[in-house]
């Protein structure tokens, strides 16, 4: 199991690859597509499963998860019905069987929408720790003097670090919840630099958007308990067509949080530290491009095995190198 979490949270979000190195791991890459596939929800199901996975004490990885989610269920729950619908709606009208066979009537239909709903409950949840780390990081950067208007250079974060914590801890984040506020929660310079950029940073933006986001559940929420009071059961052909239409239109409202698909967004919104994880499961900072690209020679001048793929006629390992980092 440990395996295959720090598989699935590498494949997802890597610290040290950008995704042309991840669609090219034959195993990565199949995380990846169920990440991505609409069909019977499996996409649905696996976001629940990285929910569970996924560190819950990183501001950056929490707020990337709505805004990944929230954005695939816009494209795969709300645009894709758009034609699906219609298409499904045309034959059924020219067969004369939309009494039994419109589309959304299906159990699988009714599924969807109860994973869909779960997601999206799964989503205010993780806005509730984020405010919670938040806050509690502001107070802890108050506490110890970091909470400045400027930002930090290398040298000033190294002295504090010495001076704060000289013990280091090899993952800060494993740091229970309840000692949050300790300064071993600032035992390396990631967690200093949360510290710091918290106390520069505005929630508005992405509370405006859980407000409109929770406004618009609310508001699909009515139809759908009137619509069970007045013709029963969900698996009515009437009531579940008009709930997958209602869920088309909850999903359609996640528009907003296609802004988050931007990069820098976090950082210019929300001053977010940008992480990932590495292979082993921790987080990490996000490396440049170049730092990448370096790192990526190391490991191939030092011998670690690295798996290449012959793609788009590429033939030698050393062609591939630009293209995998």
Request: net charge positive.
């Amino acid at each position: 199991l440990t395996w295959l979490r720090c598989k699935i949270l590498y494949a997802i979000s890597p610290a040290d690859k950008t995704y042309w190195y991840v669609v090219r791991m034959p195993f990565l890459r199949i995380i990846l597509l169920l990440s991505l596939l609409p069909l019977v929800g499996i996409s649905a199901v696996f976001w629940l499963l990285f929910a569970l996975l996924m560190s819950k004490n990183d501001e950056y990885q929490l707020v990337s998860f709505l805004g990944v989610t929230k954005s695939l269920w816009f494209v795969s729950y709300g645009v894709l019905p758009i034609f699906t619908g219609y298409f499904g709606f045309t034959f059924c009208y020219a067969w004369n069987t939309c009494q039994k066979e419109a589309p959304g009537s299906s159990r699988l239909s009714i599924f969807l929408i109860v994973l869909l709903t779960i997601n999206w409950l799964v989503g205010y949840l993780i806005y509730f720790r984020y405010i919670s780390i938040r806050k509690e990081r502001r107070v802890e950067a108050h506490r110890i003097g970091v909470a400045t208007e400027q930002v930090l250079t290398k040298q000033e974060i190294d002295d504090y670090v010495k001076i704060i914590h000289p013990v280091h801890l090899t993952d800060p984040l494993s740091v229970p919840c309840s000692c949050l506020t300790h300064t071993g929660f600032v035992s390396d310079k990631l967690g200093l630099l949360r510290l710091q950029m918290a106390s520069q940073g505005d929630d508005k933006f992405i509370t405006y958007l859980i407000i409109w986001d929770f406004c618009c559940f609310c508001i699909n929420l009515l139809p759908v308990a009137y619509l069970i009071l007045k013709y029963g059961a969900v698996t009515d052909t009437r009531t579940a067509v008009s709930i997958q239409t209602l869920g088309t239109i909850l999903s359609l409202c996640a528009a907003p949080w296609l802004i988050f698909l931007f990069p820098n967004i976090t950082n210019i919104f929300l001053k977010l530290a940008r992480t990932g994880y590495d292979q082993a499961g921790g987080i990490k900072l996000m490396l440049s491009a170049t730092q990448m690209k370096q790192k990526f020679e190391g490991e191939k001048a030092s011998g670690v095995k690295v798996k290449y793929m012959n793609i788009m006629g590429m033939k030698k390992e050393g062609d591939e190198l630009d293209e995998l980092v």
